[in-house]
Each structure stands twice: as structure tokens, then as C-alpha cells.
């Protein structure tokens, strides 16, 4: 029975694996790490997003049911083995799993056997393939595969993640390169690149401005002359004004002059070969994962406490930059300066205190303060 959206979480997320599976339940926990929280790192920045086991501590039991339509969004990961599509009663519960799904949920196979042994359902979605990945890389691939999929849920009218890849050419190229192939054939996104993208007859720099700003997520390849071109800070300052999800690539070979001051508080992934490439894509994806789900959950939690819903969100924590274009563009549009929703965890006290020298009306707070009030 679906419960109205104002008792529903936006999302849910549920690993099923066979109990007698090898590393399947190393694999369900490194999702439940990625999407919801690090048990063992409070500090870093999860998404917060509800995931739930369905396993059992025997063969013979099948596992729980899945309730969809208690969430607004179900998206169910099956951790297919030669054990599970082995398993009378666990082909059984797994092929029942995509029949009950509706348009808003999504029910995907982790296939770690061959995808024709995947039990009826499963067998016509595209599954997420590991058997012919090697063991080391198929955590990331799975987490980079799940975090797509869950981009292409939470907005199912976009077409492939696009990413804006922000370089200097002078010594960005070779790694933009790299990064742009990766892109295409390995990770199933899309890219926007240097000048032979802007249409004929555009301004370079307005073109600039808009795409920075409208794109899913800016990839900053951070080399020794990237701050020292100005078409690259404005990328970054277009991006976080009108708050596009932003990742640095850090290729630093021998050091800057000055460092642009504006390419702070993101997620940076440091370059060392095209073995990086795969953190660069989980880091880009977990951005735009992000800003979808952020002020879904946010809205949520408003209805549930009954607390209004007009708060700014933002999906990463505020800095002197966003916080005065913030305060400019409210002011401008006659509104009161006010809340300012950022994920958890909570900024430390000395950076609280000087957002409030910039303006003691500015209230920072995070989900958790925010269910608290």
C-alpha cells in the first residue's frame, strides 16, 4: 500500500545477496558505507540515504519482503552469485522482486555470474556486469554503477551525466584527454570539452557562463596553470554561483604562484595515472547523486517535523563565496536572509563563526539540527 509522499522518505535502498555468498556481504556493506554512512569515519560526508539489507542466516529462509511504495523511490541491488541463481528459493524471491516494482522504483542485478544464469526478470534489465571484472576493482565499479543508476532514478528525464571538464590547455590536455575517453567508454557518461563545443556564432565567454552553470558537475583539472587562466576561474566561479556540484582533479606537478581561492570546500581526487580515473568518476557521480537527493530529503524531513519548507539548500556546506551570493540574491529578491541547509556533518565552530562576522542573520544548519528543532 502506498503511503502519501508527506510519510514517505524520497529514497530507499535495498541489497539482496545469498547468505552463503563469498565477499557479497563486504560488497552490500561498502554500498551502505558510500550512500548512507561511514560506521567507522562519523566525520565524513555521507549521503544519508536509507539502505537495508534483505539476506538470512540460512539458505532455506528466504529473506524479508520489500515494501515498495513506502518510499517515493525503491531501488533494490541484487548481488547475484553462483550461489544465489543456484538457489531454487532464491530465484524464486528475486525474480518476484521486478514484478512488483512500479515506474518510480528500479530493481538492478550485480551480476557476478554470467548474465544468462540471471533468474527470470532479472535477465531482461541491463545488469550491472562483475563477473569478467577483476576482484580488487569490483567494489568500485559496483559503487560507480549503483551511484548512476540512482542519478538516472532521481531524475528519470536526464539523459546521461553530463560533466563540464575544466582544464588549462597548456598543461591539462593530455589528462583531460584521458579523463574524456573514460568517460565515453568505461563510465557511460557525458562530457562537454573546450572550444569545439561552443556553437558557431556564440560568445565564448557567455557560453561559458551558461554551461558551467547548468551542467550536472564541473570537473576542475587542477594543473600548475590552471588558476593562472581566466577562463578557468570564471568556469569555477559561474559553477559555484549557481551551485553545480564541483570536483577537483588535483595534477599539481611543481607548485603555483598563487592558488585561485575559490576552488575550495569540494571533493578532490589526486591524479596520479589512468588508474585514478575510476575515484575521479565516483567522485563526480557522488556529487550529482547528491544534489538530486539532498533537498529531496531535506523536503521530507520539513513535512514530517511539519517545518516550513522555505529554506535555501544547498548540497554542499557554505563558504564565504556562496554565502554572500546567497545573501545578495535574497536581499535582491525582497526576502530575508535566513537558513541555510547543508549536509552533514556540521561545520567546525571557526568556520561557523566567520560566516556569522559576514552576517549574523545566517543560519547554517544540516539535517541533523534540523530534525532536532
Not at 535502498?13 to 552463503?20: E, G, L, Q, R
Not at 584521458?178 to 557511460?188: C, Y
Request: charged share 25%; proline share 9%.
Amino acid at each position: 500500500m502506498t503511503e502519501p509522499d508527506g510519510d514517505r522518505p524520497a529514497l530507499v535502498v535495498y541489497v539482496v545477496w545469498h547468505p552463503d555468498s563469498d565477499g557479497s556481504a563486504e560488497l552490500a556493506r561498502a554500498i551502505f558505507r558510500e550512500l548512507c554512512a561511514d560506521p567507522d569515519v562519523p566525520a565524513r560526508r555521507g549521503h544519508g540515504i536509507p539502505v537495508r539489507f534483505r539476506t538470512s542466516v540460512s539458505p532455506d529462509e528466504a529473506p524479508a519482503p520489500i515494501p515498495f511504495g513506502a518510499a517515493k523511490h525503491t531501488a533494490v541491488f541484487v548481488l547475484a552469485d553462483d550461489k544465489l541463481v543456484a538457489d531454487p528459493a532464491w530465484r524464486e524471491y528475486v525474480a518476484a522482486l521486478a514484478d512488483e516494482t512500479s515506474p518510480t522504483d528500479l530493481v538492478v542485478a550485480a551480476a557476478m555470474t554470467a548474465p544468462s544464469n540471471l533468474p527470470p526478470g532479472l535477465d531482461a534489465v541491463q545488469a550491472i556486469r562483475l563477473h569478467d571484472v577483476a576482484p580488487e576493482a569490483q567494489e568500485g565499479e559496483l559503487l560507480n554503477n549503483v551511484k548512476n543508476d540512482l542519478c538516472r532514478l532521481l531524475d528519470p528525464n536526464a539523459k546521461k551525466v553530463r560533466v563540464f571538464l575544466s582544464h588549462a590547455k597548456r598543461d591539462g590536455l593530455e589528462i583531460t584527454t584521458n579523463v574524456r575517453r573514460h568517460l565515453h567508454e568505461k563510465a557511460k557518461l557525458d562530457d562537454f570539452f573546450d572550444a569545439a563545443d561552443i556553437p558557431d556564432g556564440a560568445r565564448f565567454a557567455e557560453f561559458i557562463s551558461e554551461t558551467a552553470g547548468s551542467l550536472p558537475v564541473l570537473l576542475a583539472i587542477h594543473t600548475d596553470s590552471y588558476g593562472s587562466r581566466e577562463w578557468c576561474r570564471l568556469e569555477v566561479l559561474e559553477a559555484k554561483r549557481r551551485r553545480v556540484p564541483i570536483v577537483v582533479l588535483s595534477a599539481i606537478q611543481i607548485g603555483e604562484a598563487r592558488s585561485f581561492p575559490y576552488i575550495g570546500n569540494v571533493p578532490v581526487v589526486c591524479w596520479r595515472d589512468e588508474s585514478s580515473l575510476p575515484a575521479v568518476v565516483g567522485a563526480l557521480l557522488g556529487e550529482v547523486l547528491r544534489d538530486r537527493y539532498f533537498p529531496e530529503r531535506v523536503r521530507a524531513i520539513c513535512r514530517q517535523r511539519g517545518i516550513s519548507l522555505e529554506h535555501e539548500v544547498f548540497t554542499y556546506p557554505p563558504e564565504l563565496l556562496t554565502v554572500l551570493s546567497y545573501r545578495v540574491d535574497t536581499l535582491a529578491a525582497g526576502g530575508t536572509v535566513g537558513r541555510y541547509l547543508y549536509p552533514d556533518p556540521p561545520l567546525g565552530v571557526e568556520e561557523l563563526l566567520l560566516l556569522n562576522q559576514l552576517d549574523p542573520e545566517i543560519d547554517p544548519v544540516t539535517p541533523t539540527v534540523l530534525w532536532a528543532t
